[in-house]
């Protein structure tokens, strides 16, 4: 994870920002701290990333690298005003050893890459449409070995895979299916007979946007029904409120990359 004592709203790449809106540094970092200590009171560990003055979404973490396996594949971009993002997060993985692979493709790391280890065997799935690009699924595969099922994103207000999708368990996700193309929803159902359905309202709610440990469930407190619905499929729901990072078009998950050892 990584502060966001720079957040701020400078430019607008996503639906989501809005310039002229402003947004309270000292409340991002205060409801990101409830945060990080929620992680931690489950029971994880959290490390934690510099924040540098210049990069004001570097507070989505999720964006900057994926990890499957131990082995990192570094992101790479789509806009000029947060590639200098991928550097920070490179050094983190190499300064603890980690195996990491340099993408040649437009990738934006958890941000459009999901992993499922008991799907199918081990499955990664890939969001194309806004950000990461094509090329990049099959970069992802090559460098991770493991199958990438590729799914086409068509609504702009879901830019990223994890904000329309997330695994709330090792072979299990709840997904949003207006934010894929047809095709894709097919892809989906085939693969996720049992999958939890979200409808637009959760999705706007941010509330795909979630991290699981397979039972506890951390998402945005705005997800009421979401929540309701993962509670009568067994899972325990902890909301966590982010209404600032919200005018950056993110939450709970875009502030956390996963380490998969
Ligand atoms: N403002 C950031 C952007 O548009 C938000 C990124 C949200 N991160 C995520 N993993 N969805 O790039």
């Known amino acids: 994870m990584c502060s966001p004592e720079h957040f701020a709203v400078e430019y607008a790449i996503n639906p989501w ?11 991002a970092v205060k409801q990101w701290d409830r945060l990080r200590e929620t992680l931690v009171g489950l029971g994880h560990d959290v490390h934690l990333l510099t924040p540098e003055a210049g990069l004001p979404d570097m507070v989505f973490a999720a ?27 490179r050094a983190f993985y190499e300064a603890q050893g980690w195996p990491f692979i340099a993408p040649s493709e437009t990738n934006e790391g958890e ?22 690009e094509l090329p990049a699924h099959a970069e992802a595969q090559e460098a991770l070995g493991r199958p990438v099922v ?5 609504d702009p207000r879901f830019y990223h895979l ?47 946007n979630l991290v699981s440990d397979g039972l506890n469930v951390v998402l945005n407190t705005e997800a009421t029904r979401l929540a309701g619905k ?3 499929a067994g899972y325990h729901p902890v909301p966590v409120e982010l ?4 005018k950056g078009g993110g939450s709970v998950k875009c ?4 380490l998969r050892h």
């Open 17 to 27: 920002m809005d310039v002229t809106t402003p947004v309270d540094a000292q409340l």
């Open 111 to 132: 941000g459009d890459f999901a992993y499922l280890p008991e799907a199918h065997g081990g499955l990664v799935l890939a969001g194309h449409g806004f950000r990461t």
């Open 255 to 258: 502030c956390i990359a996963e």
């Open 162 to 208: 994890d904000v329309a999708l997330a695994s709330i368990d090792d072979e299990n996700v709840v997904y949003y299916p207006g934010a894929f193309s047809a095709a894709s929803q097919r892809v989906l159902t085939q693969l996720f007979p049992d999958a939890v359905i979200a409808d637009d309202s959760d999705a706007l709610a941010f509330g795909l």
């Open 243 to 246: 209404g600032e990072l919200k």
């Open 63 to 89: 964006n900057g690298a994926f990890v499957v396996d131990g082995h990192v594949y570094g992101a790479r971009f789509k806009h000029p005003q947060r590639s200098g993002e991928a550097a920070a997060h």
């Open 150 to 154: 590729s799914l086409h994103l068509i």
């Open 230 to 232: 993962l509670k009568a």
